[in-house]
């Protein structure tokens, strides 16, 4: 798929992911792969590294997936790693007048907390959503020490 200016955009077949600034536009992408490979490798082991080192994680996420497949990934990652998980979801709402907050403990150390607002934004930089909301709920997150 084409991207337009330094980068590809490019779709991964299997799980429909889309890289936007990951492949240069002047590289060919089986030329590119194993680079992007080393380097995506390289970021995942810092991640599971730093999972593994702590013990209260929060997950920051604008997503449509049923609380039921939060729960299952809070559990999952549970299950990886013994630890407080707490998933801060951002539900589009689509003509929502009113930012509503939810919480959900599904269990002591997993919890869901949702923020179902319009995440819309207007112009050409769409990918920035509802930046209004999204400002006022991101000084409200503090990890418990």
């Known amino acids: 798929m084409g991207g337009g200016h330094k980068h590809r955009l490019v779709?991964?077949?299997?799980?429909?992911?889309?890289?936007?600034?990951?492949?240069?536009?002047?590289?060919?992408?089986?030329?590119?792969?194993?680079?992007?490979?080393?380097?995506?490798?390289?970021?995942?082991?810092?991640?599971k590294d730093s999972i593994k080192s702590s013990h209260n994680i929060l997950f920051l996420?604008?997503?449509?997936?049923?609380?039921?497949?939060?729960?299952?990934?809070?559990?999952?990652?549970?299950?990886?790693h013994p630890a407080n998980y707490t998933l801060l979801n951002i539900r589009h709402t689509p003509q929502s007048t009113q930012t509503q907050r939810k919480v959900i403990s599904f269990t002591q150390e997993l919890t869901l907390i949702e923020y179902l607002f319009d995440d819309s934004a207007e112009g050409q930089w769409y990918w920035l959503g509802n930046s209004q909301e999204w400002n006022s709920i991101m000084p409200l997150i503090v990890l418990r020490a």
């Open 61 to 80: 996420s604008a997503r449509t997936e049923s609380l039921e497949d939060c729960e299952h990934f809070l559990k999952s990652m549970y299950q990886y």
């Open 11 to 47: 779709k991964d077949k299997r799980n429909g992911m889309m890289s936007i600034h990951h492949f240069p536009a002047d590289q060919s992408l089986l030329e590119y792969q194993p680079i992007f490979r080393a380097k995506m490798t390289k970021r995942f082991k810092k991640l």
